[in-house]
């Protein structure tokens, strides 16, 4: 075993330690982190929808927090972005999404920030309660996410059952009336300029043309400068 360790092979902590001890030698240990988390893959559509949105949201006079953390015991997680009102008790999350490669565990994330994010930035800012809550999916307006919309578009209406009127009032500079929270799924355009509408909502899915044909579409758009139509 000694001479096992001196090769610098790995071995128990006791075995250290009574190694220690027999060379009458106070055993000293440096706990550190081996294993590393790979580095986040660069993702600019993604970026550039937060972007967008927070530019907006901001004008409005709203406090805005992008990658917020947060913790409900073993579920750990970042909101994509998060805008509210301290005065109104109003909250707004949105999670953006520009594909759908994994649907169940897309729905997963999102629903369990719906169940924990509202009571943990609230305590968080130092507010009782939001009195209005507002959910929002934001999906960029692709043929590869209309595909995934289309296919299984129940599991959507499930998820994300209210209309984008509630968003279209943060949007426009006018906070939602409180009462309850909402769940919206919308298709965002993030190159969208002039009178192009921005974004549609999930009952327009069914119907609308895309604005991107895949993610590497959009990505080569925003490199360009331009917003490519249908």
Request: hydrophobic fraction near 40%.
């Amino acid at each position: 075993m000694v001479q096992w360790m001196e090769a610098g092979h790995a071995a128990h902590f006791e075995s250290y330690v009574r190694l220690a001890q027999v060379l009458g030698l106070r055993a000293e240990f440096s706990l550190t982190e081996r294993r590393t988390r790979p580095p986040r893959p660069e993702d600019p559509v993604h970026a550039v929808m937060g972007e967008v949105l927070a530019s907006r949201l901001s004008s409005h006079g709203l406090t805005i927090s992008l990658d917020e953390p947060f913790q409900h015991y073993q579920f750990a997680g970042r909101a994509d972005l998060l805008a509210w009102s301290m005065e109104s008790r109003a909250l707004l999350h949105i999670e953006n999404r520009t594909r759908f490669p994994n649907l169940q565990e897309a729905f997963g994330s999102y629903n369990a920030k719906r169940t924990y994010l509202p009571r943990i930035i609230a305590e968080r800012i130092g507010v009782t309660r939001f009195e209005q809550i507002t959910h929002v999916m934001v999906a960029l307006w692709s043929s590869e996410v209309l595909h995934s919309i289309r296919l299984h578009a129940a599991s959507f209406r499930a998820v994300c059952p209210d209309p984008l009127e509630t968003f279209e009032c943060w949007w426009s500079r006018e906070l939602p009336p409180g009462g309850r929270a909402t769940s919206t799924l919308i298709l965002f355009d993030p190159l969208a300029g002039g009178r192009r509408r921005q974004f549609v909502g999930l009952q327009e899915a069914t119907s609308v043309k895309p604005r991107y044909r895949d993610y590497r579409h959009a990505a080569e758009a925003l490199r360009g400068g331009n917003a490519i139509g249908s």
